[in-house]
């Protein structure tokens, strides 16, 4: 496992603590909870794609784009 993964991962469960946090405290109407609502779902989001791109990555073969002779 990369330490991509695991990057990403803690990324989305810390953005995912924010935003839950942000929607229990919405009622009070402040500005920092609608900014931890923004910020949380925007680190949610990198650290799904962040972790799924390396996921993805690691299980592909690389191209052999200049193996093959050339064609004229």
Do not use: C
Request: hydrophobic letters at 60%; zero cysteines.
């Amino acid at each position: 496992m990369s330490l991509f993964v695991v990057i990403g991962v803690a990324a989305t469960f810390v953005g995912l603590v924010l935003v839950v946090t942000a929607i229990r405290h919405h009622a009070e109407r402040l500005p920092q909870h609608t900014v931890m609502l923004i910020g949380g779902m925007m680190l949610t989001a990198f650290g799904i794609v962040m972790a799924g791109f390396v996921i993805i990555d690691q299980g592909n073969v690389p191209l052999a784009l200049n193996a093959a002779a050339p064609t004229p």
